[in-house]
């Protein structure tokens, strides 16, 4: 028997084998499903412990990780991979695959061990986890053709990806069929409970209704430094089932009640479900002198050996060889071969399924392709017209008209802003909310929770078919950084809409006054992912016609996350000819707006807002002091200098005199102005008042930077 309390009532609630308590209620699941509850469960045990043998091991050999957890959740992930998860052992990116999040990274030996029993690893990428080169790191990084559909590690966003992805599926079968219906399986741990962003992750999708997201929560009672019972007295059964999930509680470690409860969740049609597993960490470990060594906190997070465990003894408890331990047992893999076998003969029948209906269907069919391809859509953003001098995240709201005109596979969010950040110009183009029972529609509307909204963005990009889009005010971007951060680690290109771009947000003050924001985000321009490149574009246009343009380039940017941020306030619309085709020049970073001599005086440079006010400041120089310039708009350092050195020193000229205005830190431009130019910027927080008072006393008018720019020039 198990028991787990339950802290409502204070009492001990027992789980003998053949019950299983379904929200709330005990039933005995025999008589349930009319069968009988299997006990020949002598291989898929011994494939349990085999997969405890090797995440025991690898962290023994990499003599560092997280073994205790791996050892507790391997009954469940032992049954998931081999009887329901379905996938293509060939084809593993296949579009119609069961997808498996981890949210708990530092159980990836668990993770990496099932996956070598399907043949996705070999045991030499074990023994080499967490080493340099390795295809087995600390923590898992997204390798679709591997199985590994997630990079995880900072605990909550792993499952708040599956409700992503559960979204992004939804969407899809409104628009094909359930001939393409697919299941999100998550795993997420007490940490991942604990996480506030589980909250917005099981609210979401409790509203949806997502009842083809199936979450495991294997709560072992342990954490790293202390037991569960000391930091939460909550009743996590009770809290789901208020957000309108199906909750079914288990033994964790039982393959037959895993067995049921995954059976009963897949025929779940309302309601996500949580099956909250009691499991026991460390399951199966031995201390030197063959006593029992599960169930304790020093297994959590380093090898066995040093929580004074003994490697050894519990590797023979288990059934293995300690001096081979990297082993496949002859009936485990005999097991998942006949496993694998099964998931390629579902997968043909599918992939049949699928064959038959394009053959009936061949214009949806074509459509179904072109968005699982991720091609670009073809837009004219030059025709998207624009009121004069209008703000920015207004000009972004007529684009949003036109792509939810013409992008068909978009799914667009806001954290309750929308008629603030202006991403309501998606429902204006005629996009509906996605809505429990209605995935027909297009826009999700997050509620108050960015960092969740950020992460479920993740994961619809992560599932694939969709281009996805999410905004709220810039200074709340620092609620979503954890996941825009994942975001650029796994090149997942999703469009950030941050609106309310400076101090300009004025009244507000300076609770709402993003200063130190853009020098952030700017900062993982100059990080490089793992394929070399910039992890993330960071777009501030000038006008509205650069923001058709940053647009462009964030459709376009298919290669990682890219940032739009925008202003509140009205801005004057830059001079030019064909302001359209002007701001084209944008897709190099940087460009020259006007230039009003050969060897201009001084080079004036910004982003944003500010650049029409170094116009109202260059007309000021040339007709007072006869003072020539060169004013360039730079959307995005990173792009700038990913250009040419002859075409940087064309728009920047290294020798020349520079006057930055930035409406954050000084520090932002300083790698463009240089130490013998000058910048003005905002190195101290904002204050509540109008934002032409603001203008004037931080010194952002025309007039005031004339003065600066002469006293820099000495005239």
């Known amino acids: 028997a198990f028991s787990g309390r339950s802290r409502k009532m204070s009492t001990v609630i027992n789980f003998p084998k053949g019950f299983i308590r379904f929200s709330g209620k005990k039933t005995n699941f025999a008589k349930l499903k009319k069968i009988k509850p299997r006990t020949m469960n002598k291989v898929i045990n011994k494939a349990a412990d085999n997969i405890r043998i090797l995440a025991a091991s690898m962290v023994e050999k990499a003599k560092s990780g997280h073994p205790g957890g791996a050892m507790g959740g391997a009954d469940f992930i032992n049954v998931l991979y081999a009887e329901f998860l379905n996938f293509d052992p060939d084809d593993r990116t296949w579009a119609n695959r069961d997808r498996f999040f981890l949210d708990p990274g530092h159980m990836s ?73 697919h299941k999100t399986y998550a795993f997420i741990s007490d940490g991942g409970i604990q996480e506030e962003i589980s909250q917005g992750a099981g609210r979401i999708a409790g509203a949806l209704g997502l009842s083809n997201l199936i979450l495991f929560y294997d709560a072992n009672n342990i954490q790293l430094s202390t037991k569960v019972e000391e930091v939460t007295a909550e009743n996590t059964a009770e809290k789901y089932e208020a957000w309108g999930w199906n909750v079914i509680t288990i033994d964790g470690n039982d393959a037959d009640q895993i067995r049921e409860a995954l059976t009963a969740a897949g025929n779940e049609k309302e309601r996500p479900t949580l099956i909250i597993g009691k499991t026991l960490m460390g399951k ?91 091609e670009v859509p073809a837009i004219d953003y030059k025709a998207i017209a624009h009121k004069a001098n209008i703000a920015t995240r207004a000009a972004s709201a007529d684009v949003l008209v036109a792509l939810a005109q013409q992008v068909e596979n978009m799914i667009v969010s806001s954290a309750d802003l929308s008629n603030s950040d202006k991403t309501d110009g998606f429902l204006k183009g005629g996009a509906r909310p996605l809505v429990k029972g209605d995935f027909s529609g297009a826009f999700l509307q997050a509620g108050v929770a960015e960092l969740t909204m950020a992460t479920i963005c993740n994961g619809i990009a992560l599932h694939g078919g969709i281009f996805v889009a999410c905004g709220t005010f810039f200074v709340f971007s620092d609620y979503m950084k954890p996941a825009v951060r994942l975001a650029a680690l796994m090149q997942v290109p999703v469009k950030y809409i941050w609106s309310h771009d400076a101090f300009r947000v004025g009244e507000d003050g300076p609770t709402h006054q993003p200063i130190e924001q853009e020098a952030q985000i700017r900062l993982l321009e100059k990080v490089r992912n793992h394929a070399g490149d910039m992890s993330l574009l960071a777009l501030r246009p000038a006008d509205a016609a650069e923001t058709s343009v940053a647009w462009k380039m964030a459709m376009e940017n298919t290669q990682s996350p890219t940032a739009l941020i925008l202003s509140r306030q009205n801005i004057n619309d830059l001079p030019g000819k064909d302001r359209y085709e002007e701001a084209l020049q944008a897709c190099k970073g940087a460009y020259i707006v006007t230039k009003n001599g050969a060897h201009p005086d001084i080079i004036l440079l910004a982003s944003g807002s500010e650049v029409s006010t170094l116009v109202d400041a260059a007309q000021l120089l040339l007709e007072r002091k ?69 203008d004037e006393k931080f010194g952002f008018t025309g007039e005031q930077v004339y003065q600066e720019i002469c006293e820099l020039l000495k005239k």
């Not at 043909?348 to 269907?361: H, L, P, T, V």
């Open 284 to 374: 199966g470990a031995m201390g030197p002198n063959g006593e029992d060594f599960s169930n304790k906190v020093s297994t959590h997070g380093q090898p066995l050996s040093g929580a004074g465990a003994s490697i050894e003894k519990t590797i023979e408890n288990l059934g293995g060889d300690p001096q081979h331990p990297f082993v496949i047992f002859p009936e485990v893999k005999e097991f998942y071969q006949k496993a694998l076998e099964a998931k390629r003969a579902y997968a043909r029948k599918k992939k049949a399924e699928q064959a038959a209906w394009e053959k009936a269907n061949p214009e949806r069919a074509a459509q179904y392709r072109k968005f699982m391809s991720g």
């Open 109 to 181: 030996p668990m993770l990496y061990s099932v996956l070598c029993l399907t043949g996705s690893y070999s045991l030499e990428d074990l023994q080499n986890f967490r080493q340099w080169g390795s295809i087995t790191p600390g923590h898992p990084e997204v390798d679709k053709a591997r199985g590994v559909e997630n990079t995880s590690g900072p605990l909550g966003q792993g499952h708040t990806m599956a409700v992503g992805a559960a979204i992004a599926e939804r969407f899809l079968v409104a628009r094909f069929g359930e001939w393409m219906a």
């Open 626 to 694: 006869n003072i020539t310039s060169q004013i360039v708009s730079v959307i995005s350092e990173g792009l700038f200098r990913e250009q040419p050195r002859e075409y940087q020193e064309q728009i920047l000229p290294q020798a020349a005199l520079k006057y930055g205005l930035t409406a954050g830190l000084s520090v932002t431009l300083e790698g463009l102005v240089g130490q013998q130019g000058k910048i003005h910027g905002v190195n101290h927080f904002g204050y509540s008042a109008p934002a032409k008072v603001l």
